[in-house]
């Protein structure tokens, strides 16, 4: 299992030290499978340095086919095709930050399209959390609150509410957004990327990430408080489940890259999730994230007692029986673990409690309902828990 180096749990504003010892397994290991003598000298070169660090090392490392460091200039999808011109470099260097850059996503596509499988993008932009620093270290005590609020006002919620996007571009043409972490992230796996690095130095967030197949071929994620989400239904069919929002925009791009270094917790969801935003704390612990789910209810994708309804790509970590166990029933909105007293831990204990409550089910389908629903809200009621 890889481990990125520069990875941090939290967005926090600091930098990671770089060492050669066999702990550091993750830039060391991605070194390893570099096969372009320049590409790996170019990537341990430029480690560690700050965007002028690199703006100076370029000036005397001049590009070519195999590395190539686009200008600031470059900062639309047509710049980079025109810079490219047929090219296809092992190692593409952005230098624009990413949160000045016009229509991202396609951007990252186009250079998606221009890279062959194995090779590497390296970028970097300013995150919510940097921002939102370098006004409270900007502004007196008083003034730096209002203008911090401001800020996520106009850049973060204006941006996705329907009554003001059109505004909000209208304005800034779409410079200078704000991303969070999360998002950045999402954007960039989306685009078809596998974050390999990733590291926060000298004022700035830093990504190296390797192509590993074509972009995501969907509708792009919306900044909607109710969200839409894709879920493994009964006989297998997709179905489409609704939720308030809890989690940072393009979440759902990197729940794999969350599963390999994040351990789960209680219920099989993620241990110290950062995708998870500060209103969705909230709304977990008082199960409204779940009230849209109702209108899945009255529709017929699912009932009140059932298995939770996955993604695709959480679907893939139950074994082969467990699937063929879960598709045979519409999942449900009270998942069963909330009945045990001891909240499973661990995928398998999971899948154990869901076998119980599956298995039962098909021989008694209304007195396992029945006697699940009392034993679940008991435990919300009197041992508190709340979703996950």
Same mark, same amino acid.
């Given at each position: *299992?890889?481990?990125?180096?520069?990875?941090?749990?939290?967005e926090?504003?600091?930098?990671?030290?770089?060492?050669?010892?066999g702990?550091?397994?993750?830039?060391?290991?991605?070194?390893?499978?570099?096969?372009?003598?320049?590409?790996?000298?170019?990537?341990?070169?430029?480690?560690?340095m700050?965007?002028?660090?690199?703006?100076?090392? /370029?000036?005397?490392?001049?590009?070519?086919?195999?590395?190539?460091?686009?200008? /600031?200039?470059?900062?639309?999808?047509?710049?980079?095709?025109?810079?490219?011109?047929?090219?296809?470099?092992?190692?593409?260097?952005? *230098?624009?930050?990413?949160?000045?850059?016009?229509?991202?996503?396609?951007?990252?596509?186009?250079?998606?399209?221009?890279?062959?499988?194995?090779?590497?993008?390296?970028?970097?932009?300013?995150?919510?959390?940097?921002k939102?620093k370098?006004?409270?270290?900007?502004?007196p005590?008083?003034?730096?609150?209002?203008?911090?609020?401001?800020?996520?006002?106009?850049? &973060?919620?204006?941006?996705?509410?329907a009554?003001?996007?059109?505004?909000?571009?209208?304005?800034?043409?779409?410079?200078?957004?704000?991303?969070? &972490?999360?998002?950045?992230?999402?954007?960039?796996?989306?685009?078809? /990327?596998?974050?390999?690095?990733?590291?926060?130095?000298?004022?700035?967030?830093?990504v190296?990430?390797?192509?590993?197949?074509?972009?995501?071929?969907?509708?792009?994620?919306?900044?909607?408080?109710?969200?839409?989400? &894709?879920?493994?239904?009964?006989?297998?069919?997709?179905?489409?489940?609704?939720?308030?929002?809890? *989690?940072?925009?393009?979440?759902?791009?990197?729940?794999?890259? %969350?599963?390999?270094?994040?351990?789960?917790?209680?219920?099989?969801?993620?241990?110290?999730? #950062?995708?998870?935003?500060?209103?969705?704390?909230?709304?977990?612990k %008082?199960?409204?994230?779940?009230?849209?789910?109702?209108?899945?209810?009255?529709?017929?994708?699912?009932?009140?007692?059932?298995?939770?309804?996955?993604?695709?790509?959480?679907?893939?970590?139950?074994?082969?029986?467990?699937?063929?166990?879960? @598709?045979? @029933?519409?999942?449900?909105?009270?998942?069963?673990?909330? #009945?045990?007293?001891? @909240?499973?831990? @661990?995928?398998?204990?999971?899948?154990?409690?869901?076998?119980?409550?599956?298995?039962?089910?098909?021989?008694?389908? /209304?007195?396992?309902?029945?006697?699940?629903?009392?034993? %679940?809200?008991?435990n919300?009621?009197?041992?508190?828990?709340h979703?996950?």
């Amino acid at each position: *299992m890889k481990t990125p180096l520069f990875h941090l749990q939290y967005e926090l504003p600091v930098s990671q030290p770089y060492t050669e010892n066999g702990s550091d397994t993750g830039a060391k290991l991605y070194i390893d499978l570099v096969d372009n003598d320049e590409v790996r000298h170019s990537l341990l070169a430029t480690g560690k340095m700050s965007l002028k660090e690199l703006l100076r090392w /370029f000036a005397t490392h001049p590009d070519n086919d195999t590395v190539v460091a686009l200008p /600031f200039t470059t900062r639309t999808p047509e710049a980079l095709d025109f810079r490219l011109d047929g090219r296809k470099p092992r190692l593409l260097y952005i *230098m624009r930050p990413l949160h000045t850059i016009d229509r991202l996503d396609d951007f990252l596509y186009s250079a998606n399209a221009h890279l062959d499988d194995g090779a590497t993008i390296c970028c970097h932009s300013m995150t919510a959390l940097l921002k939102r620093k370098l006004l409270e270290q900007k502004y007196p005590w008083g003034i730096r609150h209002l203008a911090v609020g401001q800020n996520y006002l106009w850049h &973060r919620v204006c941006p996705k509410l329907a009554l003001t996007r059109w505004l909000y571009f209208a304005v800034t043409k779409g410079k200078d957004r704000t991303f969070n &972490r999360v998002e950045i992230l999402g954007r960039i796996y989306r685009a078809g /990327f596998e974050v390999v690095d990733e590291q926060f130095r000298q004022g700035e967030f830093f990504v190296t990430a390797r192509k590993v197949k074509a972009p995501v071929d969907d509708i792009a994620p919306t900044g909607s408080p109710i969200i839409h989400l &894709r879920r493994v239904g009964k006989d297998g069919k997709m179905i489409v489940v609704h939720k308030f929002r809890t *989690m940072y925009t393009y979440s759902e791009y990197i729940q794999s890259y %969350i599963f390999q270094y994040q351990n789960l917790q209680s219920g099989g969801k993620f241990k110290n999730d #950062y995708r998870i935003n500060f209103w969705g704390r909230l709304l977990r612990k %008082i199960w409204l994230d779940e009230l849209p789910m109702v209108w899945n209810m009255l529709r017929g994708d699912i009932k009140l007692v059932g298995v939770r309804p996955l993604s695709n790509q959480y679907f893939s970590l139950y074994t082969p029986e467990m699937q063929q166990l879960r @598709t045979r @029933t519409k999942p449900g909105l009270l998942p069963p673990f909330y #009945y045990e007293r001891h @909240t499973p831990e @661990t995928i398998d204990e999971v899948q154990a409690s869901e076998r119980r409550y599956l298995e039962a089910y098909l021989k008694h389908p /209304f007195l396992t309902d029945w006697r699940y629903f009392w034993g %679940i809200i008991g435990n919300i009621i009197l041992r508190k828990k709340h979703s996950a």
